[in-house]
């Protein structure tokens, strides 16, 4: 699934490439995938101008002049694709050769054209994504997002807060918290080994075990490796191109993640694979040491 950075990425290339521009056609082949009345699409996305592109969580979503919002979420295998001209591509999303060839194809569930020819298509391989247009004033109000904890890269989310979230799920594993999309919003599974190991703590850790000091490291390193990767176009290391025709580069720059059987960046000790909170986890099995938990 496309991680915060690789939808952040989508958000900041999308941002530069369709605001102001008009939508005057749509195609959809699914409705679980695009789940909306024809009147609704008649009367508040064909002929409105994209006004901005935000980002909340995992979740992309797209202001119209029409006072709606198309609210994307791109789960398992969703992409979203801008096509101007041969030269000007954008893509991101689940890595797949639809990222780079020629579009509508079998994955493409909606294609929206714009007034300039330009186009933005929405494929999904598993069809577990959606692409839902909903009054802007009500988007804050969806269930799922309601539920969302704050954003991790947010600038006025401190240290304190991230600490105070997390000892919320005191009995849970410390992976298995940062996993959770109520404690904090958008770290998957790579972001949480990756930022384990910066900050030296076991994955399976029980949260009420850390101090405040390994979760102020914590909050340090998550913030690192997101920033980071946002900075290098996302982890994606197959196909993804991002508004200038490059491939994300965060993989070359992990750490711990995918690299079981590779010596430890910090001691030479050989990373491996566990299984915690139900996931494939990386560890360093000497910088990551299981503590005893407290009494």
Not at 2 to 13: A, D, I
Not at 19 to 48: E, T, Y
Not at 263 to 279: D, F, L, M, S
């Amino acid at each position: 699934m496309p991680e915060l950075p690789e939808v952040e990425t989508v958000k900041n290339g999308l941002l530069r490439l369709i605001v102001d521009r008009k939508a005057v056609r749509i195609n959809s082949d699914n409705h679980k995938s695009f789940p909306n009345s024809r009147p609704d699409v008649d009367n508040f996305l064909i002929g409105a101008k994209v006004i901005n592109v935000r980002r909340r969580a995992k979740v992309l979503m797209i202001d119209l002049s029409s006072k709606y919002t198309l609210v994307i979420h791109l789960k398992m295998t969703g992409q979203l694709v801008f096509t101007l001209t041969s030269e000007v591509r954008f893509g991101g999303g689940h890595p797949t050769d639809s990222l780079i060839k020629n579009l509508p194809d079998k994955s493409t569930r909606v294609e929206i054209e714009f007034e300039d020819g330009s186009k933005l298509y929405f494929n999904d391989q598993r069809k577990f994504g959606w692409m839902k247009l909903v009054p802007t004033i009500e988007v804050e109000d969806m269930d799922f997002i309601k539920k969302l904890g704050p954003e991790p890269l947010s600038l006025d989310f401190t240290p304190k807060q991230f600490a105070e979230r997390f000892k919320r799920r005191s009995n849970t594993t410390i992976k298995a918290a940062l996993l959770d999309q109520t404690v904090i919003a958008g770290v998957g599974n790579i972001y949480a080994d990756e930022s384990l190991w910066g900050a030296k703590i076991h994955p399976a850790t029980r949260v009420g075990d850390l101090s405040y000091p390994e979760l102020k490291l914590l909050y340090s390193e998550v913030r690192y490796v997101m920033n980071l990767s946002i900075e290098k176009g996302g982890s994606t290391n197959r196909n993804y191109v991002d508004a200038e025709g490059k491939k994300g580069k965060y993989m070359d720059f992990a750490r711990v993640f995918r690299k079981e059987g590779q010596p430890c960046p910090r001691c030479g000790t050989e990373i491996i694979k566990i299984r915690v909170a139900g996931r494939g986890t990386h560890i360093c099995p000497k910088e990551q040491k299981l503590s005893k938990p407290k009494i």
